[in-house]
């Protein structure tokens, strides 16, 4: 059960609030990191044989939370149970020893390593320092098939594995330690769809043979497919525990954010007209010199909204950072309004008429330590509108910066406070203003919403759209198919720095997309990757 703010406890909602010996429970967790209050007073528990999610915005305090229980931060207060008994759990080591395992986002394998050297490292079998390599590989495989029913290659090395494999071998490795309880920290957010379907019926598989899933998720809809109950965390406090079949999406998403949440992007039909930014046979390296991509050709049209989808890691960086000046291109052209912007410099690129809305806005969209105003002024500052050569008129960039901090409702922002003092979600929408308040005719906008609440999603969601709507041309990436399939007018599909395909938005659906994400060409069409 979790507690609401001031103490009032929710009965596990399955249960009728009858007594139940929970597989964990967590009674009164504090966790404070200098002034932050990460988990404030939170009790959870879940059962055995039960998947339970557990949601809130970036920053709300799950990962947190769950950080504790597999040892990897200590709790300033509170306590822990694990069947009923009080338990102290200092490291992972001990987690591990009390049958807790955790997948986190960024997976914890060595690639050079085989499928069953990765799943048996550190409990080797053998003797001394030899590891019986043919033993420890019918282990894999009698657990990978007889016991979870998982398809495994135990000889395979796992840096040729897909994404999707690589995640299962990590839950591999917590069951070859026989981890009862199973936390998996955001474990969609590098997986195709199909990958993401074969990964649900792993964890009921899981469920029913009575073992505990905590799944961490900001994707309601995954909430709603996967799990038996859901938990609520909002500012590092619980406020809810409810049975899934007894919830809907939006009743979690107002729960998450404290209000009422619109899911749908309001946005008239695209009427597409003159090609702006215009890609012909791009090849661009990796910082490792390999390539990245692939002879991409493409392009995106005034009034439109032009969505690239795969799983991240497929060329999308390289692609960005050549369109906007950041990485030099090996060869083929990048026209703007027909003329070549190829090479220039970022600062150039957007002289020429292209707004960049980066990935990482902390260290490439803002100077967190800078003034906010100084942050909204950047690019502006030449125009000659702010004063002379190098004397700036302050006052008249502070009015500049408070008209936008109006205007893009960018909340608890003052000129003159740093922007690190906004939440992330307030810093997307100072570079969201900056770079919307040019006379743009391209925006490329990098995973706009990442690391951003729900509700300035729909703010930023309703601004491109807008800019779509008043004649630019705009560039999505994102690895969230939902913001692609909610935005998009046109979908490209990127798979190994190739493009595998273009689908209209309305006629696209999940399992198209998602196979071309997984490199599988269309029906009667023919791919080399």
Request: aromatic share 4%.
């Amino acid at each position: 059960m979790l507690s609401v703010p001031g103490g009032t406890v929710l009965p596990d909602a399955a249960s009728g609030g009858d007594s139940v010996t929970d597989a964990v429970s967590m009674t009164r967790i504090v966790k404070q990191f200098g002034t932050l209050v990460a988990n404030d007073h939170v009790d959870f528990s879940a059962r055995s044989g039960e998947v339970h999610s557990l949601v809130g915005e970036n920053g709300a305090g799950k990962t947190t939370l769950m950080n504790i229980l597999y040892g990897v931060l200590t709790p300033d207060e509170g306590s822990i149970e694990i069947g009923g008994k009080p338990v102290r759990i200092d490291n992972p080591a001990v987690a591990i020893s009390l049958g807790i395992g955790m997948v986190h986002q960024n997976f914890k394998l060595v690639p050079s390593l085989s499928v069953a050297e990765n799943v048996v490292l550190g409990m080797e079998p053998g003797k001394g320092f030899v590891m019986d390599k043919r033993t420890a590989i019918k282990r894999v495989a009698a657990l990978a098939r007889e016991r979870f029913g998982l398809e495994m290659d135990p000889t395979a090395a796992v840096q040729d594995l897909p994404v999707g494999l690589q995640q299962r071998v990590e839950i591999l490795k917590m069951l070859y330690r026989e981890a009862q309880l199973l936390i998996l920290d955001e474990p969609t957010a590098v997986l195709t769809p199909q990958e993401t379907e074969e990964l649900f019926r792993t964890i009921r598989r899981l469920a029913s043979q009575g073992k505990t899933v905590i799944f961490i998720t900001h994707k309601l809809n995954e909430v709603m497919s996967v799990s038996d109950r859901v938990s609520v965390m909002r500012a590092g406090r619980a406020v809810a525990t409810m049975n899934t079949a007894e919830t809907t999406a939006v009743d979690l998403a107002e729960k998450m954010v404290g209000r009422s949440v619109l899911f749908r992007v309001e946005k008239k039909p695209a009427v597409p007209g003159e090609v702006l930014l215009d890609v012909r046979d791009l090849e661009v390296e990796s910082n490792r010199g390999l390539p990245a991509v692939r002879s991409v050709s493409m392009n995106v049209r005034a009034r439109e909204i032009v969505g690239l989808a795969g799983v991240q890691g497929n060329g999308q960086d390289e692609l960005v950072e050549a369109l906007v000046g950041l990485r030099r291109a090996k060869a083929g052209s990048i026209l703007l309004n027909g003329e070549s912007i190829k090479g220039l410099s970022p600062i150039k690129v957007r002289e020429a008429g292209v707004a960049y809305i980066p990935a990482d806005r902390t260290r490439v969209g803002l100077s967190v330590d800078s003034f906010i105003w100084e942050n909204l002024l950047l690019g502006h500052h030449v125009e000659g509108v702010f004063g002379r050569g190098p004397l700036l008129d302050v006052n008249k960039a502070n009015a500049f910066a408070r008209d936008l901090i109006g205007r893009f409702d960018i909340r608890g922002a003052q000129p003159r406070a740093p922007a690190r003092s906004l939440s992330g979600g307030n810093q997307q929408k100072v570079v969201l203003a900056r770079e919307l308040s040019y006379k743009m005719q391209v925006i490329i906008a990098d995973q706009p919403s990442r690391g951003v609440d729900i509700g300035a999603i729909e703010f930023i969601h309703s601004q491109l759209v807008a800019m779509r709507d008043q004649g630019c041309g705009v560039f999505l990436i994102s690895a969230d198919l939902d913001e692609i399939f909610s935005l998009s007018d046109r979908i490209i599909v990127i798979f190994h720095g190739r493009i595998m395909g273009e689908l209209l938005a309305k006629d696209a659906t999940v399992s198209s997309v998602g196979r071309l994400m997984a490199g599988i060409a269309r029906e009667g069409e023919t791919q080399s990757v």
